[in-house]
């Protein structure tokens, strides 16, 4: 009987997990290679998407609003 909450608590755990990771690897905010690229935000621009999901957000009609550095 404990079966299915064994499996369910041990999938959570792996998607916690994993969803971590994704944002240790993908995330602009982190930057693991400091003396190549210390500033990775820099670089986006306004039409990457970085999010997980995004609700009705079209990031290519999106103009840049920042300046360059």
Do not use: H, T
């Not at 690229?37 to 103009?63: A, G, H, I, T």
């Amino acid at each position: 009987q404990l079966i299915p909450l064994f499996v369910i608590i041990g999938c959570g755990g792996v998607g916690a997990g994993l969803y971590l990771m994704r944002l240790a690897m993908f995330n602009p905010d982190v930057s693991w290679d400091k003396k190549n690229n210390p500033e990775p935000w820099n670089k986006l621009s306004p039409s990457d998407q970085y999010k997980l999901y995004s609700v009705n957000m079209d990031y290519s009609r999106l103009k840049k609003d920042r300046p360059d550095f």
